[in-house]
């Protein structure tokens, strides 16, 4: 069964644009550069205007690792709040009661190429005749993005996790076809193919130099390990849809609950939000 999506909704999305960026730019602040690179942060991101095509393998229960996720966990959180399209509930066949309980996953096969691309910027260092003798700005894009794995989205609670399980060439693809709640301890490269576009030095003054490999290698690598490392299993992202007042209402409700003779009980929440 192949789904479509309003991809033009998500693109022109300015709070997701800019989740993207303040998520990249915090796992590039532990990368370790090489001593000819410094300061390296994201600045743009685009969604481009060209969907993935998405077809679902496999509707069933959410993996018990979302439901018990804890801090340090697996999880990137990525906040959407109250600015995300509402659905339309008419056409939910569980109650309200029952999605908060259990939820629903989808087991999906993602194949991308797009037109996303993803700015980087980084001072290249010359230290010759000293350290640092020479900084020159250095600025990269990174477009015609590959990707073709399988993947779980699963909704609980209104939140929402996203996880590749694994490359569609994998052996371990049809394994997790027949049984979606086997290990999936394998990692994965996520990224196909990608393609660096790069400047170095500042065009007022001449000094461009392009297609320098030995830099465009480097942050090719660390791009395809950070997204790796964040998104593939048991690594995901967490989306969290709830507005604010629906996080107080939750925290009042797990402070104390009423039991039938008067007392009170704690409630625990083992879901939280996290970051990887």
Request: charged content about 30%; hydrophobic content about 35%.
């Amino acid at each position: 069964m192949s789904i479509d999506i309003k991809w033009e909704n998500l693109a022109d999305d300015t709070q997701i644009v800019d989740s993207v960026v303040d998520a990249l730019n915090s796992q590039l602040e532990s990368v370790q550069l090489p001593d000819y690179l410094q300061n390296v942060r994201a600045t743009r991101f685009s969604l481009g205007h060209i969907p993935p095509n998405i077809t679902i393998r496999h509707i069933g229960d959410p993996f018990p690792e979302f439901s018990s996720d804890e801090p340090g966990v697996g999880s990137r959180r990525v906040d959407q709040g109250s600015n995300t399209s509402e659905v339309d509930t008419n056409d939910v066949h569980i109650t309200e009661e029952d999605e908060r309980t259990k939820g629903i996953q989808f087991l999906v096969e993602l194949e991308y190429k797009g037109d996303m691309w993803i700015e980087l910027q980084v001072d290249l260092l010359l230290n010759y005749p000293s350290p640092g003798f020479i900084k020159l700005p250095v600025k990269l894009k990174i477009v015609d993005l590959g990707i073709h794995s399988l993947a779980v989205i699963a909704h609980l609670d209104h939140q929402v996790y996203i996880s590749f399980l694994c490359d569609v060439n994998d052996d371990e693809f049809d394994d997790i076809l027949k049984n979606p709640t086997a290990s999936r301890g394998k990692r994965i490269d996520i990224i196909r193919s990608m393609h660096i576009e790069s400047e170095i030095g500042d065009d007022l003054d001449g000094s461009v130099l392009r297609n320098v490999g030995k830099v465009e290698k480097f942050l090719v690598e660390m791009m395809r390990g950070l997204l790796r490392d964040e998104l593939g299993w048991p690594g995901w992202i967490h989306l969290d849809f709830r507005d604010d007042d629906d996080d107080d209402d939750e925290d009042q409700e797990q402070e104390a609950a009423p039991t039938q003779d008067g007392q009170h009980e704690d409630l625990h929440d083992d879901a939280s939000d996290t970051t990887r």
